[in-house]
Structure formats: structure tokens, C-alpha cells
Nanobody, 124 residues
């Protein structure tokens, strides 16, 4: 079971980045997916989640209207499009997979598998 996140980098405030997370070794379409982030010295926090069929999507208030989560079950990939990035969005971004049903997938302990993280740095 592997989750490989990519797409991070350095961007100026107001810019955009697109993250991808490729799953391998399991049936991607059976899992709900989420993105979390962890800034230096802070706890890992929820960013966005999407259910198996992409019908339900949830966002943290801090990213609502700026970030979009999506998935392509045919490509075993979940995406996070990030627009209007701000310095406070600087963090390592992690994708995660949850096999159990839940109401929102806000919490880290709802997830079974984690990717290695990709660093997003937003300069002011």
C-alpha cells in the first residue's frame, strides 16, 4: 500500500499550486481520501476530504473557496488545487486514505494510510 504525494514547491502569495497523490497496491475506489497539512511547530490539521464517489467534499474553513479536492478513480489519484495561496498555507501537505465510513473525515485517526508529504512554501 503506497500513497505518493507530489506537486509541492515555492510560490508567491496569491499564486496557485496543484498537488497530486497517486495510490498503488490497493483498491483506490474503496477508500475515502483526505488532505492534511502540518506547519513547523504545529499539529497536523485537516484541509479537505472527498468520499469514495466524489459526491461529498469537505473543507477546512481556512481553505474554503480557495482549495478544491477532486479524485480520478480510474487513475488512482486524488488532487488538491490550491488558489490564492497565502504565507499561512506554508506546510507539508499529506494525503491519506480512510477505509471506514465516517461523517466528515476531519480527524487523523479516521485514516488508515498516509503518504510521505510534499512541502508547500508560500512567500509574502
Amino acid at each position: 500500500v503506497q500513497l505518493q504525494a507530489s506537486g509541492g514547491g515555492l510560490v508567491q502569495a496569491g499564486g496557485s499550486l496543484s498537488l497530486s497523490c497517486l495510490a498503488s497496491g490497493w483498491t483506490f475506489s474503496r477508500y475515502h481520501m483526505g488532505w492534511f497539512r502540518q506547519a513547523p511547530g504545529k499539529e497536523r490539521e485537516f484541509v479537505a476530504s472527498i468520499d469514495r464517489t466524489a459526491y461529498y467534499r469537505y473543507y477546512a474553513d481556512s481553505v474554503k473557496g480557495r482549495f478544491t479536492i477532486s479524485r480520478d478513480n480510474g487513475k488512482n489519484t486524488v488532487y488538491l488545487i490550491m488558489n490564492n495561496l497565502q504565507p499561512e498555507d506554508t506546510a507539508v501537505y499529506y494525503c491519506a486514505a480512510a477505509g471506514r465510513d465516517s461523517s466528515s473525515y476531519y480527524y487523523t485517526d479516521e485514516y488508515d494510510y498516509w503518504g510521505q508529504g510534499t512541502l508547500v512554501t508560500v512567500s509574502s
